[in-house]
Structures are given as C-alpha cells and as structure tokens.
C-alpha cells in the first residue's frame, strides 16, 4: 500500500477517506527522520512541517519520494499545491504525484537490477578466471563454495559430488560445506544416491529446487529435509536451493545446495528468530547467477577429472611399458621403479644439501612427474634391442655351447669307430695297443677342448695363453656326410665369440646394447606428452651421457645433458651395482658401490656434487623396505631365473653389472 507524509494541517477527513478507498495511507510526521521508516510515495509540505526543518534536510530523508508543498519553494523540481484547493484537484495532483514515484521506483529497481547483473557478470568472469587457474581438487571446491555464497548472499553452501565407481551401489559424497554462523569439523561421508533427500532428488533428476522453508515441504513431494543437523548444532535452515552440477554432455557429476539467503552477508544466524527475521527466499536473479556458477564449476570439475585422467592414462602406459621392458629383460627385474624412487629422492634433497649451486633448486609436483616418468621409461628402448642380445649371459648364444658338444662328441664317435676299424684290419696286439693308445689321447684332446670352451664361454676375462688355445681348437677339423655342417668343430662365428676378451657381448653385440638410449629418445618423442612433461624423452635418452663427452648416443658435455639425467646416471649406476635380483652376478656392498660412483666423479664423468648429496644424503636408503617385484607378480608374469649356469661360481658377469662400464674400470682399485 501506498504511503503519503504530511503535516497535521493537510486536508482533511473525507480526502483521507477518499484516499484511503483507492489505497493509500495517510501518515502525520513531524521529523524528516520518520521518512526513513515510512518511505512515503510524496511528501505534502506546508509551513508548519518547513518550519520544523528546511527544505533541504525534507528532502535528503526523502528518498525516492516525489515533494508537495503548499508554500513557494522557488524550486521547480517541487509540485506547488495551491491552498484551499477542492479535494479533486488536491486528489489528482496526489494521484500524479503516486505516479511520478512508481515511476522512479521502477526506474531504481531496474538501475540496481542492472548493476546487480553487471556486478553478477564480472565477478562470474573473475571466478571464471580463477576456477580454471586453480588445479588443485581441495582449493577449487572451497573457492566455488566461497565464491557461490559472495554471489547468493547466503550463509552455508555445500558441495556433492556423484560416486558411481560401484554401478551397483552409486553414492553421493558429501565433499565440502561452508556456513558463516556455525564452526564445523568437517569430515567427507557418503551415503546412498536416492530420490528422497533434496539433493539425491536432484541429482537423480537433474533438476534444480528452490524451496522458500524447508520446515514447510508439501507431503506429496518424494523427498524430505532431514533436520539432524540443526538439531544438533541449534540451527535453522530456512531457504534452500540445490542445482545439479551437469557436463558437457549434460551428465550429473554432483550438486551445488546453498542455504538461507540473507539480507545481509555480514549477519550470523544465532537463532530461529534472527533467522526468520533475517532471511529471503531466492529470488529469480540470484538463481540465473548461480545457474551460472555451476555451469562454471562444471566446467572446472570436468577439467579437473580431464587432467587426472590424463595423468592416470600416462601413469598406466608408464607401468605398463616398463613392465613389457622388464618382462623382455627380467633379469633387471624392478631395476627402472628402484632407479625412478631413487632419482625423486635425490632431486628431493637437492637443495637441503651444503652445495651453494642447488640452494633455491626447487623441483615442482610437475618437474618431479616428469622425472620420475623419465627415470622409470629410462630404458624403454630395449623394445627396439633383439632379446638374444639383451639378456644374453654367455658369449656363444642360446644353444651354441650345445651344438658345439655335439660335433666334439660325433668326433670323438668316428675316431671310436675308425680306430675299431684298424684294429681289425692290422689284428696284432702290438698294433691294437698302438692304435688304442693314439685314439684316446686323441679323445682326451677333445674333451680338453670342450672343457676350453666351456671356459670360454663364461663372461670373465679369458687368461693369457687362452686365444693361441681356441686358434687351435677353431683349426680342429670337423669331418661329415652333412655338406651343411662346418668343415672345423668351431665356426669363424663361434670362433670370434668365444674370443671375446671380457664379457659376453661381441663390439657389434655391445654397439646394439648401446643403441637402446637412442631408441629411448626416439621412442618416447612420437608419444604426444602434455607440455609439463614435455621433456621426458630428452631427459631419459641422456642417461648414459657423461660429463666430458665419453658417453653415448650423442657425446653431450655437462652444459647439453639435462640436470634430471644427471641425477638418473647416478642412481642407475648405483641400482645396476648393487641389485641383487640378477642371477649372472652377485650384488656389490654398499662400500664399493659408493667408492665407484666417486671414482667416476673423479674421472669427470659424473657431477662430484650431485655424488656427494647422493652419498651424504643417504639417498639409497629410499629403497628400503620397499618389493619391487610386487608389481610384475601381480600382473602374473613368469619370471624366466637361472638364465646363467654358473652364478654360484664367484666371478662376475661384468658385462652386465654395469652398462656404463663402471665396474670394468675399477674393479681393480675396490
């Protein structure tokens, strides 16, 4: 209803009727403050009411009033009511004077309805801004919460999102809730999706609910407001509106519900009267911005999901990899998880070390994914290596020792049958003896051939006099009907192989070892990783680099070869030293491992700082504890062991204990 103000002389009591019939109040003031409680739609002013106050204070408590006055104010803006006019023009210039404020009123709402919106706009955009900035799950939902009660003026918000992990049993989990009058120790809970809570109706449904009191549901609706919560905490929920959270493809991932609107954001609700008192239902405009905000959330709980999908299908194709490496080469079982766990904790102490050059190196979450991904695909060129030569143990192939066994035993055979041959052709016991004694000498010559080369085939360094040795044996001749078979009882293959002065690996054999660190690169460069792992291949193709240009694939100095595979050099080092898991060789102690890794520094071949903090940091004690075959079991992959005869014998396989030839070059200072 509409309100007039005026001074106890205006009118009289049939225009008051009058005016009351068609809905407006007359109301007597006597100070301009009474205006602020009334908001009148004009104010009448005569003398009595202008000697009270000037004009100016009338009209600063006036507000959006339209003024009357029966004096002369010299003021144009002012209708002049002319004294002792008849009730129908006093009437009609009230009645204009009503209009002239339902205009302005509407005029104001709809300035502060626009400025409401523009403001709405750009704090949508800033929260726009920073929800797709922030990639951190516990910050994003407090900021979406925060920011929906900025916007709503509300009191609480909450956040729940759908679990539908288990199709079977789909449940909503209550992640986060916010409320300005309450202190809460919030705990996530979960608890079935169904239709008869507001927000599992909601989420069920996908439809948003506005609901002015929630004490006052209809009985026909499915679902109910539980009222534990203000029970035990002496609140009062009143207004509630909950909006689904929807995808791309219009897919609930949860529910936004924002609780008890307030008049003003300031105001904690400490009672059920402040409460009623002190709230509003939501109104439309609200609504379209919160509409807003959620389809903003969305947006920012999708991308989120779309980062950690991402970084579960890289950490899937990682372990995957390296468990098809490691199942190629399993005798270096857990060897790429020991050197990644190695290396993060190396690039961890970095700068809690004394060194003055890594003090502010800070490895961030992304640098030390990177890292780790590159230290665990580290050797994934092995893929691009034939098997025979990567897990080969002894210098002749799978199955050379054997085919040679074979011809030294046919040999010895003809010799067996050739000398019963010529016994029974000379038949004096003279000549029988003689025969004998010349056959098995030349048997027992053979057997100390075999025993040679069953010498020569192990991977330890042959003794002088050796190669003179298998000169004589490759010249043995080898006689057969089979036009197919040798001419000697060693190939010029088998020959070369059993010649081999330490290890198992001929030059052209080692040459295609080495080449796994250019497949690596060249592997792991057709992968479209993300730009903060960008880095991977260059990182991981590196690690057989040295410091003064002696590695390889490409010879880089210490300025090209990138500080994570600086790091990764020295813990793949360490690991192939010291596994235990290898069954050609025996694992090195702690001692002479450490001493090599420092003569390799010493050679130029490795950062001495980084060796440094790796010894004095305790770096290698990461390990500890820890299964590393857990996960090649798990996956139910047989393990080929024992590929070596011989490793209960006490040399070394040193072509295998370390690919960098560290062992090789100073076995014989340990």
Same mark, same amino acid.
């Given at each position: 209803?509409?309100?007039?103000?005026? @001074?106890?002389?205006?009118?009289?009591?049939?225009?008051?009727?009058?005016?009351?019939?068609?809905?407006?109040?007359?109301?007597?003031?006597?100070?301009?403050?009474?205006?602020?409680?009334?908001?009148? &739609?004009?104010?009448?002013?005569?003398?009595?009411?202008?000697?009270?106050?000037?004009?100016?204070?009338?009209?600063?408590?006036?507000?959006?009033?339209?003024?009357?006055?029966?004096?002369?104010?010299?003021?144009?803006?002012?209708?002049?009511?002319?004294?002792?006019?008849?009730?129908?023009?006093?009437?009609?210039?009230?009645?204009?004077?009503?209009?002239?404020?339902?205009?302005?009123?509407? $005029?104001?709402?709809?300035?502060?309805?626009?400025?409401?919106?523009?403001?709405?706009?750009?704090?949508?955009?800033?929260?726009?801004?920073?929800?797709?900035? =922030?990639?951190?799950?516990?910050?994003?939902?407090?900021?979406?919460?925060?920011? &929906?009660?900025?916007?709503?003026?509300?009191?609480?918000?909450?956040?729940?999102?759908?679990?539908?992990?288990?199709?079977?049993?789909?449940?909503?989990?209550?992640?986060?809730?916010?409320?300005?009058?309450?202190?809460?120790?919030?705990? =996530?809970?979960? %608890?079935?999706? *169904?239709?008869?809570?507001?927000?599992?109706?909601?989420?069920?449904?996908?439809?948003?609910?506005?609901? #002015?009191?929630?004490?006052?549901?209809?009985?026909?609706?499915?679902? &109910?407001?539980?009222?534990?919560?203000?029970?035990?905490?002496?609140?009062?929920?009143?207004?509630?509106?909950?909006?689904?959270?929807?995808?791309?493809?219009?897919?609930?991932?949860?529910?936004?519900?924002?609780?008890?609107?307030?008049?003003?954001?300031?105001?904690?609700?400490?009672?059920?009267?402040?409460?009623?008192?002190?709230?509003?239902?939501?109104?439309?405009?609200?609504?379209?911005?919160?509409?807003?905000?959620?389809?903003?959330?969305?947006?920012?709980?999708?991308? $989120?999901?779309?980062?950690?999908?991402?970084?579960?299908?890289?950490? @899937?194709?990682?372990?995957?990899?390296?468990?098809?490496?490691?199942?190629?080469?399993?005798?270096?079982?857990?060897?790429?998880?020991?050197?990644?766990?190695?290396?993060?904790?190396?690039?961890?102490?970095?700068?809690?070390?004394?060194?003055?050059?890594?003090?502010?190196?800070?490895? *961030?979450?992304?640098?030390?994914?990177?890292?780790?991904? &590159?230290?665990?695909?580290?050797?994934?060129?092995?893929?691009?290596?034939?098997?025979?030569?990567?897990?080969?143990?002894?210098?002749?192939?799978?199955?050379?020792? =054997?085919?040679?066994?074979?011809?030294?035993?046919?040999?010895?055979?003809?010799?067996?049958?050739?000398?019963?041959?010529?016994?029974?052709?000379?038949? /004096?016991?003279?000549? /029988?003896?003689?025969?004998?004694?010349?056959?098995?000498?030349?048997?027992?010559?053979?057997?100390?051939?075999?025993?040679?080369?069953?010498?020569?085939?192990?991977?330890?360094?042959?003794?002088? @006099?050796?190669?003179?040795?298998?000169?004589?044996?490759?010249?043995?001749?080898?006689?057969?009907?089979?036009?197919? !078979?040798?001419?000697?009882?060693?190939?010029?293959?088998?020959?070369?192989?059993?010649?081999?002065?330490? @290890?198992?690996?001929?030059?052209?054999?080692?040459?295609?070892?080495?080449?796994?660190?250019?497949?690596?690169?060249?592997?792991?460069?057709?992968?479209?990783?993300?730009?903060?792992?960008?880095?991977?291949?260059?990182?991981?193709?590196?690690? $057989?680099?040295?410091?003064?240009?002696?590695?390889?694939?490409?010879?880089?100095?210490?300025?090209?070869?990138?500080?994570?595979?600086?790091?990764?050099?020295?813990?793949?080092?360490? #690991?192939?030293?010291?596994?235990?898991?290898?069954?050609?060789?025996?694992? !090195?102690?702690?001692?002479?491992?450490?001493?090599?890794?420092? %003569?390799?520094?010493?050679?130029?071949?490795?950062?001495?700082?980084?060796?440094?903090?790796?010894?004095?940091?305790?770096?290698?004690?990461?390990?500890?504890?820890?299964?590393?075959?857990?996960?090649? !079991?798990?996956?139910?992959?047989?393990?080929?062991?024992? !590929?070596?005869?011989?490793?209960?014998?006490?040399?070394?396989?040193?072509?295998?204990?370390? #690919?960098?030839?560290?062992?090789?070059?100073?076995?014989?200072?340990?």
């Amino acid at each position: 209803m509409l309100s007039i103000a005026h @001074g106890s002389t205006f009118g009289n009591q049939s225009l008051h009727e009058a005016l009351h019939k068609r809905g407006i109040t007359c109301v007597c003031v006597q100070t301009p403050e009474q205006l602020l409680s009334i908001k009148p &739609a004009c104010i009448v002013l005569d003398k009595e009411l202008l000697d009270i106050a000037s004009l100016d204070r009338w009209r600063d408590h006036a507000l959006l009033a339209t003024i009357i006055s029966t004096e002369d104010t010299s003021d144009s803006n002012i209708i002049i009511l002319p004294p002792n006019s008849p009730n129908d023009s006093t009437f009609a210039i009230l009645r204009l004077a009503c209009q002239q404020w339902a205009i302005r009123k509407r $005029h104001a709402d709809t300035n502060r309805l626009l400025k409401e919106k523009e403001g709405h706009i750009e704090l949508l955009t800033d929260i726009g801004i920073a929800l797709s900035a =922030e990639k951190n799950l516990p910050k994003l939902l407090d900021k979406i919460l925060t920011e &929906a009660q900025n916007i709503a003026c509300c009191d609480a918000a909450s956040l729940f999102l759908i679990d539908d992990s288990d199709p079977k049993d789909p449940q909503l989990a209550f992640k986060l809730t916010k409320n300005d009058s309450i202190s809460l120790d919030f705990k =996530e809970i979960r %608890f079935p999706l *169904n239709k008869h809570s507001i927000s599992g109706y909601c989420a069920i449904f996908g439809v948003e609910l506005c609901i #002015d009191d929630v004490y006052s549901l209809n009985k026909d609706v499915p679902y &109910a407001f539980n009222r534990d919560f203000d029970l035990q905490n002496g609140y009062r929920t009143r207004s509630v509106l909950t909006i689904p959270i929807k995808d791309h493809r219009n897919d609930v991932l949860g529910v936004l519900q924002f609780l008890n609107r307030k008049r003003d954001r300031d105001t904690l609700l400490r009672s059920e009267t402040q409460t009623m008192r002190e709230t509003l239902p939501f109104d439309e405009s609200t609504r379209q911005a919160l509409r807003a905000l959620t389809s903003q959330s969305a947006v920012a709980l999708e991308n $989120h999901n779309l980062i950690e999908s991402i970084n579960h299908l890289f950490s @899937g194709f990682v372990r995957a990899s390296v468990t098809a490496i490691e199942q190629r080469d399993p005798t270096t079982s857990g060897h790429s998880f020991r050197v990644a766990d190695l290396t993060c904790e190396l690039a961890r102490v970095l700068p809690y070390s004394n060194v003055p050059r890594f003090k502010n190196t800070r490895i *961030n979450d992304n640098e030390m994914r990177e890292l780790r991904y &590159a230290s665990l695909l580290h050797d994934f060129g092995k893929v691009g290596v034939r098997e025979s030569v990567l897990v080969k143990a002894k210098k002749l192939p799978d199955g050379g020792f =054997e085919s040679i066994r074979q011809r030294i035993r046919y040999t010895q055979e003809r010799l067996k049958r050739k000398a019963l041959e010529d016994i029974l052709h000379h038949g /004096k016991q003279d000549q /029988k003896d003689k025969i004998l004694a010349a056959v098995q000498a030349e048997l027992n010559k053979l057997d100390e051939f075999l025993k040679a080369i069953q010498q020569a085939n192990q991977p330890t360094i042959l003794p002088d @006099g050796s190669f003179e040795y298998l000169q004589q044996i490759a010249q043995y001749p080898f006689e057969s009907d089979d036009d197919y !078979m040798p001419e000697f009882i060693l190939t010029d293959e088998e020959h070369r192989a059993l010649s081999i002065r330490k @290890g198992s690996l001929t030059n052209e054999e080692r040459l295609e070892i080495e080449s796994h660190a250019t497949h690596t690169a060249n592997f792991l460069k057709l992968i479209p990783w993300t730009p903060e792992l960008s880095r991977i291949p260059d990182i991981a193709g590196a690690h $057989h680099e040295k410091l003064n240009g002696t590695g390889y694939p490409n010879g880089k100095t210490e300025l090209e070869i990138p500080l994570g595979a600086k790091l990764m050099t020295i813990c793949d080092i360490y #690991d192939a030293l010291t596994a235990s898991d290898r069954p050609y060789k025996r694992a !090195m102690p702690l001692e002479g491992a450490l001493k090599i890794l420092g %003569f390799e520094a010493k050679d130029g071949h490795l950062d001495k700082d980084l060796v440094d903090i790796f010894i004095n940091g305790i770096v290698y004690n990461v390990l500890e504890g820890k299964d590393y075959h857990a996960d090649l !079991m798990s996956a139910n992959l047989h393990i080929k062991k024992g !590929m070596c005869d011989f490793d209960a014998e006490e040399e070394l396989h040193t072509n295998h204990v370390c #690919d960098h030839g560290c062992f090789d070059k100073h076995a014989h200072k340990l």
